[in-house]
């Protein structure tokens, strides 16, 4: 089982996919681009963080935790990162995802603007 297995967009009994499935379902490469977001976002600052959610996504893929774990897990691992909230939420299935409040994206949002306006005005 790969982390791009965590969405379950499968095939209905009738073998055919929703509009929304079909129109896009993560690729390995994408779940291997989230984990380095999430490396490039944690390993120095916050490696305890890192290490769990490597942890808790190796638990996944060898069915020691179920759907429920991985994303109560995960919004608490990106409390303060609501890009990566939504982003995991791509791989998580429609019942377990994670929200994020205007107030999150909000501050995000100002955050990203002060980091990228960069001078002193």
Known sequence: MTYSSFSSDRPARG?????A?????????????FVLAVKAAFKDRHPDRYHLFLRVMDDFRNQRVGIDEVASTA???????????LGFNAFLPKGHRIQVGVDELAAYFIRDMN???????
């Open 75 to 85: 919004a608490a691992l990106f409390r303060d990162s609501p890009e990566l909230a």
């Open 115 to 121: 980091l990228d306006g960069g001078g002193g005005h």
């Open 15 to 19: 073998g055919r996919k929703s509009a």
């Open 21 to 33: 499935a079909e129109a896009w379902s993560p690729s390995v490469e994408d779940a291997l681009g």
